[in-house]
């Protein structure tokens, strides 16, 4: 019985010729990541060097942290939970990076998120890096296991396989299909485990919609998701690559725990009820149509990417965003940013009255322009939650960025079919 | 994070009552209310733990009490502040048919026992006297009836062993 790709990447990084599904054993990440949060970096950093008396890191290398959060305020707290991340990762000789976007996707343009990594942080939507086939995942506090150790003890998880075919109707995205799945297999549909996207209709999707799609595995209980790496995850790797690396394939006759397929013309737009995004408050986006909303958000480590501002600016192109509705942009990069610009794509956002913010991670928890008791917003953040952006009585519904766009003009949910029909 | 408070590791067989039976998909934040989960203050947290399903929780916990899950339990993204609570009250394991990944790990990091043990959450009501050998995976329910789940490995039992993550990487890893 052969390997999958999470198997393969797993027993390289364990030093092993091979590992299987339910091994547990230490495995050293290529690349331990975090972002700078108060309460989970500045304790880690203060334990590594006051409790476990670590003065030198042997391999800085491998340690990794951005400042992506509460970059929008300036006061004095936000300012000194910087200023501490600056200092530690100074002293440990850690690269920083600062203000480039969303650590998630920024770990890609860096270069970090190579085919065959092993890589880990305290947050799940690391997972994200599966779109360029490295497995990533997020261990929460176990995170300073890797710090202290260079290793972390893993139950090596299951597979279950996807295999995508077709190509997604216009007004459709990877957004639109993870809740999808999530309807059909339940929120611990890949309990555990990781999902494997494969076949020609993941060859055929963007390098975007895969981080996308990648970035939500969490909602289906999986513990990450990979894409077998092609050639445009190659060829993004080979241009941004900062060292070697090993691509994975999976075996042909690799052990699944389940096959699923999937012909993305057949998926449909998406609509998670406010709360969570468990399988029965997902719905069809006309069953919600009507409901109105007064704020709208494009971007989060999910959702913000150049693909996502095409989509958006290819429903607002011509009309407006309705009165008395919001609609933020957020781009989850400054390299992302920048070509938005240089494509024309926030010109048509503006003249649709949407309003373009600085990248970072600051609308999707709440953080800028928190939502006001009895708000509805329709978002592409990852997380709706009770409070989540914001009050507690504010209603979070989460869509695609052409759902989220096409209810900004509409007022009200909507779909972009149905604004591309208007 | 660091607010938590220090417990020490449980006894090999944890007897005591179910205090609560919770259903699939629980969000374990919904135990302190979304409102309260950034607190690590026991003394507030214990005014709102479980308000909205028993106000008398509190009062009737005991030390070695338990809490029962259904599937996935644990769903959404967890908070720590809730399970502070409730060990702060004597909780000393959570039994669940399934658990979420983020939370396991992250309370497992605190060692608490999460034991995963199928038809847990239909075999027992509130109230019910039990005994769990979290190393076997075992719950005797004191009626001749015995429920086996999966043991956990051999890494997170010396986590649970030692009082949590911290405290065993402390043991291995501190160069002081």
Known sequence: MGHTIAEKILARAAGRDSVRAGESLPVRPDYMIAYDFPGYTDVMFRQMHDDFGIRELDEPGRYVVFIDHMLTKGNDKEQQVHQVTRDWCEFYGIELHEARGIGHQVMAELGYALPGNFLIHFDGHISGAGAFGALGWGVRRDLLEAWVSGQIFLDVPATTRFELTGEFAPGVDSRDLVHQIIADHGADGCAHQVMEYAGPGARAMSIDRRQGLCGMAMFTGAVSAVFEPDEAALAYARRVARTGFTPQQPDADADYVAVHSYDLSQVRPRVVLPGSARAANTRDAAELAGTPVTKAFIGSCASGRIEDIRAAALVLDGRQVAPGVELNVVPTSEAVHRQAEEEGLFDVLRAAGAKIARSSCDFCFGYQKPLQDGENCISTGVLNISGRMGSTQANIYLGSAFTVAASAVAGAISSAEEVSRS | ?176
């Not at chain 2, 028993?54 to 993204?77: S, W």
């Open chain 2, 1 to 176: 994070m660091s607010a938590a408070r220090d417990y020490p590791p449980p006894p090999d067989v944890i007897r005591g009552r179910v205090a609560w039976v919770f259903g699939d998909d629980f969000d374990i934040d919904l135990v302190i209310g979304v409102e309260n989960i950034k607190s690590y203050d026991a003394d507030f947290l214990r005014s709102k733990v479980m308000r909205a399903y028993d106000p008398g929780f509190a009062d009737r916990v005991q030390p070695g009490d338990v809490i029962v899950g259904g599937r996935n339990f644990g769903y959404g993204h967890p908070h720590y502040p809730p399970m502070v609570a409730l060990r702060d009250l004597g909780i000393a394991a959570v039994i669940a048919e399934s658990f979420s990944p983020g939370f396991w790990r992250g309370e497992t990091y605190n060692g608490v026992p999460l034991i995963t043990v199928p038809g847990i959450a239909t075999a027992v009501t509130t109230g019910d006297a039990i005994a769990l050998d979290w190393r076997a995976a075992t719950v005797d329910l004191g009626d001749g009836r015995v429920l086996h789940g999966t043991p956990p490995s051999a890494r997170v039992v010396r986590v649970i062993e030692a009082g949590g993550s911290l405290k065993l990487l402390l043991a291995e890893h501190a160069r002081t």
